[in-house]
């Protein structure tokens, strides 16, 4: 082990800023983060043990104690609870003779849930050691277990095991017409960098994650800035249930997303550009490190590009379970090899950014629509789509419809139209922009995909007539109360007690001063956490108890008030240790009857 871990020390440069990306081949190969690489580490990158500790403890994918040779990691998300994901589960369990939450007792095999993996269109998913596993079934269970039990080293598991399809059912202007190789960039050069950042200005594309930024606009504040250093960051970690169109376009389109990236370090004057890949994506990144190769090869990255004097290249970062490092800051804390804490802002990334330097932060289709508007025009962009909102936007769809996966419109697009094309059949009501999103009823399908009416970073999860609503806001609570960063008290308490009320309505104990104390909640965590995640956390309930209200009442026992606390329940492991179980030994509660 040490002479492991000091070549991979050495492989990094010995740099505290590569600390995760160190910690993810430790626990490739061991499978948890021993106590003795931790203390080796903390010598030769000359940091603290506790911050490694504390990286450790942050990222769901590192382990501090050991885990299975397969780990195996089943997808939480809803989509999955929908194709039978529990019973599958169950009979995972019962087929390797493992626990969930457990590692067997000859270490062969761990298993655990985990969070969306970005295969919501070919669920239930899953991931053993870091690699997809879609469209699990029994069969195919049969299959895993006897892998496992005759310790089969992954390379000689079935292919088919590890098909991820890129599903693009109804692509449009940007799917259809991909770029050629070089295009962007020669296209910028002859019409002039700045003409060009004009272009993209025109063509009003705004950024494609959600928060619709200008992009022109952030790319003008950054290439303004004052010191010479800068940085490109491309936003690979697409955590939102639901979401899985960034997953398609590096599986199919990569060299037009990184030429985008170049264009924008063309633009700003940047030298160092980063993927920041979701660790869920680990399928995907030989061949993204493949095709970085080629366009080094091709004179498309690396020194001169095309002969024009630009200095740029691109390093991939894989992410390692944590769903807060969609946000762009605590992003960047994880690119410095950091717990991925969202910082304050002001300043923005623009300004002071990776390493404290002026950094564009832009999501996958971002880049990959700003390449193609620097080929083809602002107005061939831009004649698409609202006055506020010009272009398309792609859309990851999956749920309840009978053509699940990848679809481009225009933005100004109905809610109706998306359901008819992709067979959705009486839909009960559809979550736009994954659980941080908004719900929306049947009443609602008139309302068009658009920054003015429903913003969306990408996801629409589909939910028919036969759906609980108590079923999709008790999983997406859960979601939020789990990738919490701790950070912050409104949010850390907050999505725990959020989760434990919904629970109890969950669970049919709820009263009406439950529902009140939920709305409540629900406010003072959108108005006083530290980022968007806390912000978004109380959404499902929100825009569900608005819908909805009657749903939440018929869900109410009777009462006027029933106890948060079981204190009969909680006098049960006394009970069993005075071996006493009679009337005496019990206690009543105000609100223990109907």
């Keep these: 082990m040490k002479q492991f871990i000091q070549d991979l020390a050495e492989k990094h440069s010995n740099r505290a800023k590569q600390l995760l990306q160190i910690l993810r081949e430790i626990q490739s190969r061991y499978h948890y983060i021993p106590e003795q690489a931790i203390e080796q580490l903390a010598g ?47 009979y995972l369990v019962d087929k390797l003779n493992v626990a969930v939450g457990a590692v067997r007792e000859d270490g062969a095999v761990s298993l655990d849930n985990t969070s969306c993996t970005g295969m919501c269109d070919q669920g239930p998913a899953g991931m053993v050691n870091g690699y997809a596993l879609t ?27 590890f098909y991820v399809d890129d599903n693009i059912v109804r692509p449009g202007v940007l799917l259809k017409q991909p770029i050629m190789q070089g295009a962007a960039l020669r296209s910028a050069f002859k019409r002039g960098l700045k003409e060009t950042l004009a272009e993209i200005d025109q063509s009003g594309l705004r950024g494609r994650g959600g928060a619709g930024f200008k992009t022109a606009m952030k790319w003008a504040f950054c290439a303004g800035e004052a010191q010479s250093e800068r940085y490109v960051v491309c936003n690979a970690d697409e955590g939102e249930p639901g979401t899985f169109k960034d997953r398609v376009l590096l599986n199919s389109f990569a060299h037009q997303v990184f ?3 170049t264009l924008c370090a063309a633009i700003i004057g940047a ?28 004179g498309l ?32 804390e994880s690119l410095e090899g950091k717990a991925g804490i969202p910082r304050n802002r002001p300043p923005y ?38 006055e506020k909102s ?45 659980p941080s999103g908004t719900f929306i009823s049947s009443q609602e399908f008139d309302r ?100 909805y209200p009657e749903l939440y009442q018929n869900k109410l026992k009777k009462i006027s008030y029933e106890p948060g606390f079981d204190l009969d329940g909680a006098l049960d492991i006394a009970r069993r240790l005075a071996q006493r179980d009679d009337a005496a030994a019990h206690l009543s509660q105000v609100g223990d009857h109907d």
């Design 44 to 90: 030769l990158l000359a940091i603290p043990r506790t911050r490694i500790i504390s990286v450790v403890e942050f990222y769901s994918f590192l382990h501090l104690t050991p885990r299975g040779h397969y780990e195996l990691l089943i997808s939480d998300c809803i989509t999955d609870h929908m194709q039978d994901k529990k019973s599958l589960t169950d």
């Design 135 to 161: 469209r699990l079934d029994r069969s195919r269970i049969d299959q895993i277990a006897d892998l496992i039990n005759r310790r089969e080293p992954l390379a000689a598991w079935p292919a088919d095991l």
């Design 259 to 261: 030429e985008g990236m």
């Design 271 to 298: 030298r160092q550009g980063f993927l920041y890949l979701r660790g869920e994506y680990l399928h995907l990144y030989d061949q993204l490190q493949d095709i970085l190769d080629q366009r080094r090869q091709a």
């Design 301 to 332: 990255l690396g020194i001169n590009i095309l002969r024009e004097g630009l200095d740029f290249d691109i390093d991939i970062h894989l992410g390692a379970g944590a769903y807060i490092c969609g946000e762009e800051s605590a992003l960047i």
């Design 349 to 386: 990334p623009v300004t002071q950014g990776y390493l404290g330097k002026p950094t564009v932060v832009n999501n996958v289709e971002t880049f990959f629509a700003a390449s193609a508007i620097a080929v083809n025009g602002a107005d061939w962009f831009a004649k698409a789509g609202t």
């Design 390 to 434: 010009q272009g398309t936007k792609i859309l990851s769809i999956s749920g309840d419809c009978a053509r699940p996966g990848i679809y481009e419109y225009a933005f100004g697009t109905t809610v109706q139209t998306l359901l008819n094309e992709c067979g959705a059949r009486d839909v009960l009501g559809v979550q736009i922009g994954g």
């Design 448 to 547: 068009k995909l658009a920054f003015e009416d429903l913003a969306t970073g990408g996801s629409v999860i589909i939910f028919n007539e036969s759906r609980d609503i108590f079923d999709i806001v008790h999983n997406f609570t859960h979601f939020f109360a789990h990738e919490s960063c701790g950070f912050c008290t409104p949010c850390r308490v907050g999505t725990s007690l959020l989760k434990k009320q919904v629970n109890k309505i969950y669970e049919g104990h709820g009263s009406a001063g439950d529902v009140a104390a939920l709305e409540e909640m629900g406010r003072l965590i959108k108005g006083y956490s530290h980022c968007g995640l806390g912000q978004t956390a109380a959404n499902p309930v929100l825009t569900t108890l608005e819908r």
